[in-house]
């Protein structure tokens, strides 16, 4: 049965241990691939821009997605935006998998994803004014009374703090500041009364002045409206302002995953910490040395290392292990999760093994 626009589909909600009611979207090995043509008929690869990715996201909170460009964070999301179809695994929203929704279900379901872009500008069409943009996902999910729409246009307005409403509804979007429009975009994502925002870098096309009023905007309407937010960066220094859980991405792959306070102060994976010696900080120390980051740049996702896809680049490589099997999750501590040898208990057997 097809579902209503605002009805959820009829689904089992998932219950598989503690807390799973409250659980929203889960991801279990999820893989994309992009298939490579040459001359536009013969197969010459893939391009593996996500490759076994598995978490949990639960009603309320909100978790980073954090790595270098080109690791696979836009491909991970427009896959869970329902835009990218995934090669393996599944997504789950509230129980049943996207990829079984009918045209109704995915209607509703991208009513109650809401998706902030980067680039504030280039996602507003420059032909209608602030009062249409917010309009439209309004008459596309069927709100046919105007008046209807307009309350609720200037409710959202009211709530991301774009006002006085009746000066700003006429106008379009480049008579409009960046932060403005980045709150036009915030606002849009928030018209349809979602349960799940997604924020891809909604701050790195911004000022620094306005970057953490912007980061506390979102996170005052998580807390206000109970949402979960997927927050995709590659700054690690904006990400305490925001989530509680920080998932690091590299090659496709996520190598670490742990609650935002154990990570800062004491990452495990090698590449983690050299994310986080790569950020910026106020220190004028820092204008006397460099800082150590790893050599080489990251690889390609047509043909990742073998194993460990790190180790060309790790200052810990383990030759005869990183190279040649490929890392489970360890978990070094309770609820943190890491893709790395370093932390087998088993570590001085295994390099045993591999001498004889």
């Avoid at 409710?155 to 774009?162: D, P, T």
């Avoid at 180790?311 to 030759?319: A, I, L, Q, V, W």
């Amino acid at each position: 049965m097809k579902a209503k626009t605002g009805a959820s589909p009829a689904v089992k909600t998932a219950s598989n241990g503690k807390g799973s009611g409250d659980l929203l979207l889960s991801i279990k090995d999820l893989k994309v691939w992009f298939e490579l043509r040459r001359f536009g008929f013969g197969h010459a690869g893939y391009v593996r821009a996500v490759d076994g990715v598995t978490f949990d996201l639960r009603q309320r909170e909100a978790i980073a997605i954090v790595g270098e460009s080109g690791c696979g964070k836009s491909s991970l999301m427009k896959t869970i935006l329902g835009i990218n179809v995934p090669t393996e695994g599944s997504i789950t929203f509230e129980g049943k998998d996207i990829n079984l929704y009918d045209k109704g279900d995915l209607q509703w379901y991208r009513s109650q994803v809401g998706y902030v872009q980067q680039d504030p500008f280039g996602s507003l069409a420059p032909f209608m004014n602030i009062q249409r943009i917010l309009e439209e996902p309004l008459i596309i999910h069927g709100v046919k009374d105007a008046a209807e729409r307009l309350r609720r246009v200037r409710k959202v307005m009211e709530e991301v703090k774009l006002t006085p409403q009746d000066e700003l509804l006429p106008k379009f979007p480049h008579q409009i500041s960046g932060g403005q429009q980045q709150r036009v975009v915030i606002a849009r994502a928030m018209i349809l009364e979602p349960k799940l925002i997604v924020a891809d870098e909604p701050v790195s096309m911004l000022d620094a002045s306005v970057r953490v009023e912007i980061l506390k905007l979102l996170r005052g309407l998580q807390e206000s409206h109970n949402l979960a937010v997927i927050y995709i960066t590659h700054d690690l220094s904006t990400v305490r302002y925001f989530s509680e859980r920080i998932f690091v991405m590299y090659a496709g792959q996520l190598v670490e995953k742990a609650p935002m306070d154990k990570l800062l102060k004491n990452p495990r994976h090698p590449y983690t910490r050299a994310l986080l010696a790569a950020t910026s900080d106020p220190d004028a120390a820092n204008a006397d040395h460099y800082k150590d980051v790893p050599p080489g740049e990251p690889p390609s996702l047509v043909n990742p290392p073998r194993a460990c896809r790190f180790h060309p680049r790790c200052p810990e490589f383990m030759g005869g292990l990183c190279n040649v099997q490929d890392p489970p999750e360890f978990i070094p501590e309770p609820d943190y999760h890491t893709l790395c040898w370093l932390y087998d208990p088993n570590l001085d057997a295994t390099l045993t093994s591999i001498k004889r």
